[in-house]
Every structure is written in C-alpha cells, then in structure tokens.
C-alpha cells in the first residue's frame, strides 16, 4: 500500500495497520484483530519494564482499554516516518514498514508503564530471573542453554540505564525499528542510535566480566 | 569523536536490521560488517537469543478480549443511538381528537420511515388545542414577558440610591401637587361659603 503523496522520488509506504484501524473505527467489535496482533508485544514490553507478570498484566489490560476507548482520535501520521527520504543518494531512515498504529499503541503503553512504575516505586522490584523459564523448548538441553542465556541476557540489560534498557527492549524483543523507538521514547533518530550502540557495548563488558 | 561514535552507532544498527532480517527470513547468519566491533556483534547475538517476547496466560488473553469485547459493544450502541436522537430527524405526530393516531413504526438508524400522505381532517378532528405560530406566537410571548417584568421591576424596591432618590422626589411632586389641589378646592369652598 503506497500513499499518493510522495516524498522525492520515493513513494512512503502508509500504515501496515490502516486496513485493521479503519475496521475497528467502523465497528469496535474488529479492535479484536489489533488486540490479538499486539498483545504479545505490548505485554512483553510491559513485563520487562516492570517485571512482574500481574503488573504487567494489568499495564496491558490499561493500554488496551485507552487505545480502543481513544481510536476514534488516532491520527495515521505517515510524515512522521518519511525523513530525509528526498535527499537524493541517501539511505532510506524511515522504515517501508513503519506502523504508526504501533508506534501510538507503545506510547500509550510507555505512559502506562511510567505511571505504573510511578505507582508502585516504594515497592520491591522482583528479580528479573523469572523470564529464563519463558523460553519452553522440547529439548532440554536447547532449553538450559537458552535459560542461561536469557539469565545472562536479563542480568545484563537489568544493570543498564532506564533509556537504554527501553530501547533494547524495544529493539530485540519488539523488534521496532530506530525510527519507531524514537517515535516511541520521543527522541531523534540519532540519539536512539546512540543510545543502542552504548548500551551493546555495556551489555558487551558485562557479559565479558562474566565469562572472565 | 563525536563523528566516530555516530558512525559507529550507524554500523551497528545497519548490523542488528540485518540480525532482524535474518531472523525473519529464518537464516542463521546475519550479514556482518568486518569493521563492526566483535564484543558488539556478541553482546547482540546474546540479546537476540536471550530477549524473548514474553506472551501472557492464555487465560488472561481471553478475558481481556472479552472485557474489550464489552467495551466495544457499548462503545457500538452508544454510536448507534447517538444519531437517532441528536442528528436524525424525528416525526413526532399530533395527537387528534377522535381519529387514532396510526402506529408509527419503531425508527431505527438505517430504517427510512416515507411520510404518509396529508389527510383532509374533518372540524370534529381537527386539534383540540390551537396552535400560535410562528412569528405571533414569538411576538406576544415577548409582549407577555416584557410585561412581566415591567411590573416586577416596579414593585422591587431597588438597592440604587440614584434610583430611590428619583422614586422620592416623583413621589413628593405628586404628594405636593396633590396637596395644593386639595388646598385650593378647600379654599374655593370656603370662599363660596363664606
């Protein structure tokens, strides 16, 4: 699905989610097929900002609540995406497959999760080992390594700073694109680049530390 | 420096869109830059393969769909009902004496209703009520309420002073004037009978 309004040359791909959105506009009723889509992923970024499964439930109950309540006021914006694209010879930065119903759910899930973590400040974070067990796997062996990893993995990002640890969480468990997170977190492209690259390279000198 | 670590922030992402698209086409390997710093390519294969996507109970899933489910429902009749009483013309028919009136149907959103075509109505049924409109009607209801405010301002006692005085010195003339009239009479009837 191309828009008509091209930037350049080059034409900007709309909303992978315009067809779903526009449906559940008609009939709130198919806001169902939007749940189903990005349950898993809002309920994961829930879960590792807050670590514990009922939080993260309850997170997830409110971001889906606010987003059908709010859709009628969902805007698609495809400019937002469409940067640098006109600049002949350079590289694409807005993603073909950019969602900007994604981008609008994660930020009522980035509030949600804030006011959440805001909330519930004086009370003891859970450890985050319990996601090792996340992973099932038939082969047990398959499944020990991938709980180790995991628990490095967890251990790792746990230590990083709180805007690092979003955009990584963003980045391999959502798998949202840079210019996605930084519609998300409400930062340039630049510094969500940045951002990532350091917290790799801290997550790199913990995982070294370990095995040393 | 400063120029250093954006490109190199540049590679790495170039690296993990590829470590994303590898894993989508199902591959193992993903295209690797060579000037791509190694402690970085492993701290992101280590997060790739540790950091799953979490999916809820299964329990929970459906019960929030369901939840959602409700909310949608309503959200849907509040919709549907919203037009039939604000944006939707209604036909609200006169109630006649002595012909009854005809079932209207139940009106509904998509439901066009055709008038029904204008009966001659004999004197006996004509409205028991007569109707004032349009401009009469406007126009001696504003006779009728300025009136009545007229007579509530004069018999409220005002809290001006301006206004009292006014009111006092009308009153005084009137009661000074009445009382010279009442003078000269008395004098005229005393100097007839005088």
């Known amino acids: 699905m191309f828009s008509s309004t091209d930037v350049g040359t080059r034409p900007a791909r709309l909303d992978r989610d315009r067809g779903l959105v526009e449906a559940a506009r008609r009939d709130p009723a198919c806001f169902d097929a939007l749940y189903r889509k990005y349950l898993a992923q809002v309920y994961s970024y829930a879960f590792y900002e807050l670590r514990d499964h009922h939080a993260a439930e309850d997170a997830t109950e409110r971001v889906f609540m ?47 999760v804030a006011n959440e973590r805001r909330r519930d400040r004086r009370r003891p974070v859970a450890p985050l080992e319990d996601a090792g067990g996340i992973a099932a796997s038939d082969d047990i062996c398959e499944s020990a390594a991938a709980r180790e990893a995991g628990n490095a993995a967890w251990q790792a990002v746990a230590r990083l700073p709180e ?26 492209e630049g510094a969500v680049r940045v951002l990532l690259h350091r917290a790799l390279r801290s997550v790199a000198a913990d995982l070294r530390g370990r095995l040393s | 420096m400063v120029g250093g670590s954006s490109r190199d922030a540049r590679r790495t992402e170039r690296y993990l869109d590829g470590l994303m698209e590898a894993a ?80 209207a149907p139940a009106a509904t959103r998509d439901s066009f209703v055709a008038p029904a075509a204008p009966r001659r109505l004999s004197l006996a049924a004509r409205p028991s009520r ?15 309420i ?26 005084g003339r009137a009661s000074a004037f009445g009382h010279g009239r009442r003078a000269a009479v008395l004098h005229g009837i005393l100097g007839v009978m005088s």
Do not use: C, K
Not at chain 2, 37 to 65: K, M, T
Not at chain 2, 69 to 94: I, K, L
Not at chain 2, 149 to 164: F, G, H, L, N, T
């Open chain 1, 163 to 188: 805007d690092r640890r979003r955009a990584v969480v963003l980045r391999f468990v959502d798998e949202m694109s840079t210019a996605e997170i930084a519609e998300v977190l409400g930062r340039s």
């Open chain 1, 66 to 112: 606010q987003a059908l309540t709010g859709l009628p006021r969902f805007e698609e914006r495809a400019d937002s995406f469409i940067r640098a694209g006109g600049v002949a010879g350079a590289a694409p930065e807005f993603p073909l497959d950019a969602s900007t119903f994604r981008v609008w759910l994660f930020r009522i899930a980035r509030n949600v």
């Open chain 2, 24 to 103: 989508e086409r199902g591959a193992v390997e993903a295209p690797m830059d060579l000037d791509l710093d190694p402690a970085i390519l492993l701290a992101a294969r280590e997060l790739r393969a540790g950091l799953v996507r979490v999916h809820p109970s299964f329990r929970f899933e459906e019960g929030l769909a369901a939840r959602l489910a409700h909310t949608a429902g309503r959200a849907r009749v509040v919709r549907n009902d919203r037009p039939a009483t604000a944006a939707a013309p209604s036909v609200t028919p006169f109630r006649l004496s002595g012909v009854a009136a005809p079932a």
């Open chain 2, 130 to 144: 007569p109707l004032v409109v349009g401009g009469v009607g406007v126009a001696s209801a504003a006779i009728s």
């Open chain 2, 146 to 171: 300025g009136a009545v405010y007229v007579a509530w301002r004069w018999s409220r006692a005002s809290q001006s002073p301006m206004v009292r005085a006014v009111r006092a010195g009308r009153s």
